[in-house]
């Protein structure tokens, strides 16, 4: 939405935010870390998985960002 109301064709801001998504997933890394020593073990283990299994996600979503745009009949 924001990549739309800066002026992007909607294909491009579509694209562009699956790829930007996994950048975000590795920003999730570094506090994560600094917040370890504040809050009680155990919530690591739950912080990794959650990164390890987004990124799971966004990469065959970036894999097939074209195809997923054109709709199920385009190509």
Do not use: K
Request: charged share 10%; hydrophobic share 55%.
């Amino acid at each position: 939405m924001l990549f739309v109301l800066a002026g992007l064709r909607a294909r491009t801001a579509f694209v562009s935010s699956l790829a930007l998504m996994t950048y975000s997933e590795f920003a999730l890394i570094t506090p994560a870390r600094w917040l370890m020593q504040f809050v009680a073990g155990g919530v690591e283990i739950d912080i990794s998985l959650a990164v390890a299994g987004s990124l799971a996600i966004a990469a065959p979503l970036n894999r097939y960002s074209h195809r997923l745009f054109s709709g199920p009949n385009r190509c």
